[in-house]
C-alpha cells in the first residue's frame, strides 16, 4: 500500500548509527552516534571524501588523519578526550571520540561577550602543552583547536 510506505534516511557509518549533526568544519563533520555493538553514544569524527580525493594533498590529509587517531589513541588523560576507534580507508575515514558534554567557547568570542583577560589565559595555560603532558611527550598536537572545538 502506498500509504505504509517509509524511507529511512538514518545513516550508518562502519559500527555506528548517525544520531545527529554536532558541528562540520573545512574538511569533516562531526557526529553524535551510537555504537551498534556497545550501545554507547559517540562523537564521531568523519573526514569528508573529497578531502582524500585531492590530487595534491589527499596523501598528506590521508597521514595526518591517521596520525591524529594514532597519536590520540594512546594518551590517557582526564584533559584529553579518548579515542575509542579509527578507521581511514582510501577515500574515508573516521575517528570515534568520547562524548564530551558541555558546550563550546563561540559564544565567548563576540566582542560584547568577550571574556576577562584572566579567564582567557586561565584556560590558555590549562590547554598549553608542556613537555610533562602526555600529548607533549607524544608529539602530538590539537589539530582542530577553534572555539568550537
Given at each position: 500500500?502506498?500509504?505504509?510506505?517509509?524511507?529511512?534516511?538514518?545513516?550508518?557509518?562502519?559500527?555506528?548509527?548517525v544520531q545527529?549533526?554536532?558541528g562540520?568544519?573545512?574538511t569533516?563533520?562531526?557526529?553524535?552516534?551510537?555504537?551498534?555493538?556497545?550501545?554507547?553514544?559517540?562523537?564521531?569524527?568523519?573526514?569528508?571524501?573529497?578531502?582524500?580525493?585531492?590530487?595534491?594533498f589527499g596523501?598528506?590529509y590521508?597521514?595526518?588523519?591517521?596520525?591524529?587517531?594514532s597519536?590520540?589513541?594512546?594518551?590517557?588523560h582526564?584533559?584529553?578526550?579518548?579515542i575509542l576507534?579509527?578507521?581511514?580507508e582510501?577515500?574515508?575515514?573516521?575517528?570515534?571520540?568520547?562524548?564530551?558534554?558541555?558546550?563550546?567557547?563561540?559564544?565567548?568570542?563576540?566582542?560584547?561577550?568577550?571574556l576577562?583577560?584572566?579567564?582567557?589565559?586561565?584556560?590558555?595555560?590549562k590547554a598549553?602543552?608542556?613537555?610533562?603532558?602526555?600529548?607533549a611527550?607524544?608529539?602530538?598536537i590539537?589539530?582542530?583547536?577553534?572555539?568550537?572545538?
Amino acid at each position: 500500500m502506498a500509504g505504509d510506505f517509509t524511507l529511512d534516511l538514518s545513516l550508518q557509518v562502519g559500527k555506528y548509527d548517525v544520531q545527529t549533526l554536532l558541528g562540520k568544519g573545512a574538511t569533516g563533520t562531526v557526529y553524535l552516534a551510537k555504537d551498534t555493538f556497545s550501545g554507547k553514544e559517540v562523537a564521531l569524527k568523519t573526514i569528508e571524501p573529497e578531502v582524500f580525493r585531492d590530487p595534491e594533498f589527499g596523501t598528506v590529509y590521508r597521514s595526518q588523519f591517521l596520525n591524529e587517531a594514532s597519536l590520540a589513541g594512546k594518551l590517557r588523560h582526564p584533559h584529553i578526550v579518548a579515542i575509542l576507534d579509527a578507521v581511514v580507508e582510501a577515500d574515508s575515514g573516521y575517528i570515534a571520540m568520547e562524548i564530551v558534554r558541555g558546550g563550546d567557547l563561540a559564544q565567548f568570542v563576540k566582542p560584547d561577550k568577550l571574556l576577562p583577560v584572566e579567564d582567557v589565559l586561565q584556560i590558555g595555560f590549562k590547554a598549553a602543552a608542556r613537555s610533562t603532558t602526555p600529548s607533549a611527550r607524544a608529539s602530538c598536537i590539537a589539530t582542530s583547536s577553534r572555539p568550537t572545538s
